[in-house]
């Protein structure tokens, strides 16, 4: 069955330096996302992308945020220069359709700033 | 206030017991989501609900739309369905989901 996959899994760095978190969507899927989980709380929405540009991103996908495609199967979320409170399970999700249509999450990469 | 409430937060429950884990929501929604994710993290989606009920082996999920309200069963619980249950909406024109915080289910044998 097909499924999404993250890589890494766990990611630690040092405050200020620039991480790069991966994640392969399913393959016929044209809606990708990202969410977080701080530790302890409930998941976040952080951005949805389709057809090569951001259609939504919540508040906390400030500057520092970006998000890419850069191949026909990767898809990327950066954090330039992280902070402590960037701490968190990072989860990538994709669907076929948009509104109403089911997402499938990947097994998330803990980030972890020191 | 959140726009998704869960409850119980946790629940505990023997093996054989029928759960039921509650979901209310203050939005206007297109469709409602349940997940489960497990000790490890990851999140695998249960159902998707737009209206009425979906049945699938042991799982249950009802929606109210009038009532901003939906209800999880486990029929017949099993120590391997201890997890986290999360519902979460999408409101019109929308693909992000707005989670609530879970309802940590174990079941004992």
């Known amino acids: 069955e097909p499924e999404v996959t993250q890589t890494p899994s766990h990611q630690v760095t040092q405050m200020g330096q620039e991480v790069i978190l991966r994640c392969v969507p399913i393959?016929?899927?044209?809606?990708f996302y990202w969410y977080r989980q701080i530790l302890g709380q409930k998941v976040e929405f952080l951005v949805s992308?389709?057809?090569?540009?951001?259609?939504?991103k919540s508040e906390i996908f400030d500057d520092q945020f970006s998000v890419e495609r850069p191949d026909g199967s990767n898809f990327t979320l950066k954090i330039r220069s992280t902070k402590l409170e960037d701490s968190a399970m990072y989860f990538c999700?994709?669907?076929?359709?948009?509104?109403?249509?089911?997402?499938?999450f990947g097994p998330g990469t803990r980030l972890t700033v020191t | 206030k959140n726009e998704v409430e869960q409850s119980p937060q946790n629940l505990t429950a023997q093996e054989g017991e029928f759960i039921t884990i509650n979901c209310s929501y203050s939005?206007?929604?297109?469709?409602l989501h349940w997940l489960q994710q497990h000790p490890g993290g990851g999140i695998v989606s249960l159902f998707m609900?737009?209206?009425g009920k979906k049945k699938h082996g042991r799982l249950i999920a009802t929606i109210n739309i009038q009532e901003k309200h939906s209800s999880l069963h486990i029929t017949a619980s099993h120590p391997r369905d201890s997890a986290v249950y999360i519902c979460?909406?999408?409101?019109?024109?929308?693909?992000?989901?707005?989670f609530g915080t879970g309802t940590r289910l174990q079941v004992f044998p």
């Open positions: 992308f389709y057809n090569n540009e951001i259609s939504e």
């Open positions: 609900l737009s209206s």
């Open positions: 999700a994709s669907s076929e359709g948009g509104n109403t249509y089911e997402q499938y």
């Open positions: 979460a909406v999408q409101g019109y024109n929308t693909d992000k989901l707005i």
């Open positions: 393959s016929n899927h044209l809606y």
């Open positions: 939005v206007g929604i297109s469709a």
